[in-house]
């Protein structure tokens, strides 16, 4: 079974069940970061930036096996 590590931030964390902001999303092969935040039921349009890996990632890049991926939404401060 093929899993990536899926962090969310600030207020996409609602979008998840318990108190962590992590869990571990099985996928399929050709799978995106879109794919994923449907399955998790997170609007793309909530989705601000996302990193894989360390690295900036797009909605639409495709994840592998083993990959870190991380949400962000949209932050504004002072």
Do not use: W, Y
């Not at 399929?28 to 039921?41: M, Q």
């Amino acid at each position: 079974m093929k899993k990536v590590e899926v962090k969310v931030f600030a207020t996409l964390r609602k979008h998840i069940q318990g108190e962590e902001n992590q869990l571990e999303v099985k996928i399929e092969p050709g799978d995106t970061v879109a794919d994923i935040c449907a399955r998790l039921g997170i609007p793309k349009d909530e989705v601000k930036m996302v990193f894989a890996n360390n690295r900036k990632f797009s909605l639409d890049e495709q994840v592998i096996d083993g990959d870190s991926i991380s949400l962000f939404p949209p932050v504004a401060g002072g």
